[in-house]
């Protein structure tokens, strides 16, 4: 029997953990002023006379401010120069400055629209009011296509270009408090992951498991449930994101678990692969070779190497072991990995044709997954930060399949 799999129950690992909320500092007032000036010195630089910031994890990460998308707008304008200003509906005005009293010391400026008037109207009237008027406006690459049409019929003097070009600049660099989070987040969600294989036990269904991972991080004093849980049994762990149909466990059944949760906004997002049993001789091959592919893909993230010199080494090794080649099945069929941050998914992508150079502050997940569908699939997920001296790995990697979660010797 695999090492550390079976043997409790729910109950009892869940009586195991308490919230580990107030471990790690959430981001404060100075860092987010630090990230505007940032954004600005950006603009500047680029000719860019304001950002637009929609509801979305963009205006969370500069102002502290976690605003719900609708078809109503509730956005922020960044100048280039001066303080930012806050669009809001009007009846939403009084909690909108509620808000803002947890997490600033002073009050912002605020302008309201009513119900019958057009928001996208007010933003540009308040660009000219700032002297703007025929400027560039960067407007943040989560706004819907419908809002930021709206923008450019409004504001038929202004030139757009995507905000990505100032917004994605501030944020795949990772300040420490960042890491710290991630770092804080991701080893609680490993702790999940060993206390959900100890409560593993043939005829289990996935989605009894899924409601624990649900519970666990509850547990713990993550901000909220999981979005994302992904667990499979048997053949359907070969499908990278699932299948829509629970499966009960048996024996000799390889098992995945990739979940994640936010801790002050900020993602972990890990997947663990094993046997429930005795591993065979096929699934110690594949299960090999994936580990020997995360190490390539470690061993390649140095600084000033690209991303897609990393999607390579895990790939080459892939190929090197007769699967593949390219993204064919049984192989790899996906990327190597995402960036990560407020968002699960994020800059950089660790993909071909991706030459962006690593730097110190770009975290990424590792994760080339092996796919052989009709039998099974393995994927060992961990998440990588860059330092000046190199690569480290915010959790230790699995190290067997035969006892995977036993303290790495890395």
């Known amino acids: 029997m695999t090492i550390g799999v079976g043997g409790y129950s729910p109950e009892e690992e869940l009586r195991k953990l308490s919230s580990q909320r107030d471990t790690v500092a959430p981001i404060g007032e100075a860092e987010r002023r630090q990230r505007v000036a940032r954004a600005q010195a950006?603009?500047?630089?680029?000719?860019?006379?304001?950002?637009?910031?929609?509801?979305?994890?963009?205006?969370?990460?500069?102002?502290?401010?976690?605003?719900?998308?609708?078809?109503?707008?509730?956005?922020?304008?960044?100048?280039?120069?001066?303080?930012?200003?806050?669009?809001?509906?009007?009846?939403?005005?009084?909690?909108?400055?509620?808000?803002?009293?947890?997490?600033?010391?002073?009050p912002a400026a605020v302008r309201c629209w009513q119900e019958h008037e057009d928001p996208a109207a007010l933003v540009i009237d308040v660009l000219d009011g700032m002297g703007l008027a025929g400027g560039t406006l960067a407007v943040d690459p989560m706004t819907p296509f419908f809002r930021a049409d709206a923008l450019r019929r409004a504001g038929n003097a202004y030139g757009f270009v995507n905000g990505a070009v100032v917004t994605d600049a501030c944020r795949r660099i990772k300040s420490?408090?960042?890491?710290?989070?991630?770092?804080?987040?991701?080893?609680?969600?490993?702790?999940?992951?060993?206390?959900?294989?100890?409560?593993?036990?043939?005829?289990?269904?996935?989605?009894?498991?899924?409601?624990?991972?649900?519970?666990?991080?509850?547990?713990?004093?993550?901000?909220?449930?999981?979005?994302?849980?992904?667990?499979?049994?048997?053949?359907?762990t070969a499908y990278p994101h699932g299948v829509p149909y629970p499966q009960v466990l048996k024996q000799g059944d390889m098992v995945l678990v990739d979940v994640g949760a936010p801790l002050h906004g900020y993602y972990s997002d890990l997947t663990r692969s094993y046997v429930f049993g005795e591993p065979n001789a096929r699934q110690r091959e594949i299960w090999g070779i994936a580990k020997r592919a995360t190490e390539a893909a470690f061993a390649a993230a140095k600084p000033g190497a690209s991303c897609e010199a990393v999607d390579r080494a895990a790939r080459r090794t892939i190929e090197a072991a007769g699967l593949g080649p390219g993204y064919e099945t049984p192989g790899l069929p996906h990327r190597t990995g995402h960036g990560l941050g407020l968002d699960v998914h994020e800059g950089p992508y660790i993909v071909e044709r991706n030459a962006t150079p690593l730097q110190a502050g770009m975290c990424f997940s590792n994760e080339p997954m092996i796919c052989v569908y009709g039998e099974f699939g393995v994927r060992l997920e961990d998440h990588i930060y860059m330092a000046d001296d190199g690569a480290h790995w915010f959790t230790e990697p699995s190290p067997s399949i035969d006892d995977p979660f036993a303290p790495s010797a890395r």
Do not use: C, W
Request: aromatic share 8%; no cysteine.
């Open 42 to 106: 950006l603009m500047r630089e680029q000719a860019i006379s304001a950002l637009y910031l929609d509801a979305s994890t963009s205006t969370f990460y500069f102002t502290g401010l976690r605003f719900g998308g609708s078809e109503r707008m509730h956005g922020v304008v960044i100048p280039a120069e001066g303080e930012p200003v806050h669009i809001s509906p009007a009846f939403e005005e009084a909690k909108l400055r509620a808000m803002m009293a947890n997490v600033i010391t002073e």
């Open 176 to 236: 420490a408090a960042e890491i710290a989070i991630i770092r804080t987040a991701m080893n609680l969600t490993l702790e999940v992951q060993r206390a959900t294989a100890r409560i593993l036990r043939e005829g289990i269904t996935t989605t009894e498991v899924a409601d624990f991972l649900t519970e666990a991080h509850a547990a713990l004093g993550f901000d909220g449930p999981p979005p994302f849980r992904i667990v499979l049994f048997g053949e359907p």
